[in-house]
């Protein structure tokens, strides 16, 4: 489960990581200003195209798609980032993304989609718009976006391609232990 505590304006990023003991255990994600930070992870995510809180709900909806528990927000957010880059370049893109959260948030009632404590309620959501535009838009990303980061690989056993190293044949052909 995600919860979003949003920082007071004016916060600096300096003392929202201070006060990030202080939050609590259930604070995940921070949305200040144009800035997502992962309280507890300690990483953070600037956006200029997309509202935050878009890109906040992006993670969320990342991470219901592909639920990999072992995996951390941030390679979820490395995997969302594509469409804040598009949506900075295409307008048509940018309302895609923005109408598609509205709508997800407005299905999901009062406190939007990242309010929902449960997965199977948010997943539920999800399966309603799964033939829409937007939410294609989002899934097909997030299969490059999320299995493309050499970072993740080791987590999931994966030791990367053997094309450099002279194929497969000699090099763990009959090794499927990362399957």
Do not use: C
């Not at 109408?99 to 449960?118: F, K, M, Q």
């Amino acid at each position: 489960m995600t919860t979003v505590y949003k920082a007071p304006e004016g916060i600096s990023r300096r003392d929202l990581l201070k006060r990030g003991g202080a939050v609590g255990a259930v604070a995940l994600l921070a949305v200040s200003g144009s800035t997502i930070v992962s309280v507890d992870r300690v990483w953070g995510m600037e956006t200029t195209a997309l509202k935050p809180e878009t890109m906040a709900t992006l993670i969320q909806m990342a991470r219901d798609i592909y639920p990999h528990d072992q995996l951390a927000d941030k390679y979820y957010a490395v995997a969302v980032k594509e469409h804040e880059t598009k949506a900075g370049a295409d307008e048509t893109h940018k309302s895609l993304i923005e109408d598609g959260i509205a709508d997800l948030d407005g299905r999901a009632g009062e406190g939007g989609y990242r309010a929902l404590g449960w997965e199977d309620d948010r997943v539920a959501i999800l399966k309603e718009i799964e033939d829409t535009p937007f939410f294609q838009a989002i899934r097909g990303g997030l299969v490059v976006g999320i299995y493309n980061q050499p970072e993740v690989w080791p987590i999931f056993g994966y030791e990367g391609e053997s094309y450099s190293q002279g194929g497969y044949i000699n090099r763990g052909f009959d090794d499927i232990e990362w399957i």
